[in-house]
């Protein structure tokens, strides 16, 4: 086989069946959900899929007022399509890097704009970050994740994981601030000197604080949050 042929590229690139269950790393950027039932999934993320498969936006009050509510503030990131059928299924969120993630009986809080898929039997519900949104040139909220079963998430490059014990907190910058266990609740602080240096406009001034015991994910970039509304 010739390199740089048509049929050794076709090899190289080719999808794999790795048997690694419902959700399976095609690649480090690209999902493949083996699909036999129904998930939920980021709007907009499907690339391709093989089968039978529907798919169908989220219905208006399908989770009940209190949801509805918060993703009426929270805007576009918030928002989930049903997949339903039986296939493979191939999602990707501008080529950001997957991670899989399983729930044993636990709690996980993720940006809304890094939840790339769950499973359906996942409780899961809008969690409104008030006070940093009202600081924050864009809105930032998050989504709490609960009980057993498979997600993806996604962050631009490498994730890193950093631990929290109750003598060693951790502050993050909450745009580059992905996921944190369920465990933490995060305050929110303003760091005088970093608004003075970098101007009353920079994010960098608003820092996010954990303590207790935990983890905190964060990647190395921050990300740029429109407010409701915008696109």
Same mark, same amino acid.
């Given at each position: 086989?010739?390199?740089?042929?048509?049929?050794?590229?076709?090899?190289?690139?080719a999808?794999?069946d790795?048997?690694?269950?419902?959700?399976?790393?095609?690649?480090?950027?690209?999902?493949?959900?083996?699909?036999?039932?129904? @998930?939920?999934?980021?709007?907009?993320?499907?690339?391709?899929?093989?089968?039978?498969?529907?798919?169908?936006?989220e219905?208006?009050?399908?989770h009940?007022?209190?949801?509805?509510?918060?993703?009426?503030?929270?805007?576009?990131?918030?928002?989930?399509?049903?997949?339903?059928?039986?296939?493979?299924?191939?999602?990707?969120?501008?080529?950001?890097?997957?991670?899989?993630?399983?729930?044993?009986?636990?709690?996980?809080?993720?940006?809304?704009n890094?939840?790339?898929?769950?499973?359906?039997?996942?409780?899961?519900?809008?969690?409104?970050?008030?006070?940093?949104t009202?600081?924050?040139?864009?809105?930032?909220?998050?989504?709490?994740?609960?009980?057993?079963?498979?997600i993806?998430?996604?962050?631009?490059?490498?994730?890193?994981?950093?631990?929290?014990?109750?003598?060693?907190?951790?502050?993050?910058?909450?745009?580059?601030?992905?996921?944190?266990?369920?465990?933490?609740?995060?305050?929110?602080?303003?760091?005088?000197?970093?608004?003075?240096?970098?101007?009353?406009?920079?994010?960098?001034?608003?820092?996010?604080?954990?303590?207790?015991?935990?983890?905190?994910?964060?990647?190395?970039?921050?990300? @740029?949050?429109?407010?409701?509304?915008?696109?």
């Amino acid at each position: 086989m010739n390199r740089y042929s048509i049929d050794d590229f076709i090899t190289r690139t080719a999808q794999q069946d790795r048997g690694e269950g419902l959700f399976e790393m095609e690649s480090e950027r690209l999902l493949e959900v083996n699909l036999d039932g129904m @998930v939920w999934t980021k709007q907009g993320s499907m690339v391709a899929y093989r089968g039978e498969i529907r798919f169908e936006r989220e219905k208006i009050l399908e989770h009940g007022i209190g949801k509805l509510l918060k993703k009426t503030v929270t805007g576009e990131g918030a928002r989930l399509t049903k997949a339903e059928g039986r296939g493979a299924l191939y999602l990707a969120d501008a080529g950001k890097k997957v991670s899989i993630l399983t729930l044993e009986n636990e709690a996980i809080f993720v940006n809304g704009n890094d939840l790339l898929a769950f499973e359906d039997g996942i409780n899961w519900d809008i969690k409104l970050m008030r006070k940093v949104t009202a600081m924050l040139a864009g809105g930032l909220f998050n989504v709490r994740l609960e009980g057993n079963g498979m997600i993806a998430i996604t962050t631009h490059y490498d994730p890193l994981t950093l631990i929290v014990t109750p003598d060693s907190p951790v502050i993050t910058d909450p745009n580059a601030t992905v996921a944190w266990s369920g465990t933490l609740e995060p305050q929110f602080r303003t760091d005088v000197s970093l608004k003075t240096f970098f101007g009353r406009g920079s994010g960098e001034s608003i820092q996010m604080k954990f303590e207790g015991d935990g983890f905190v994910v964060i990647q190395p970039y921050e990300e @740029v949050y429109l407010q409701a509304g915008q696109s």
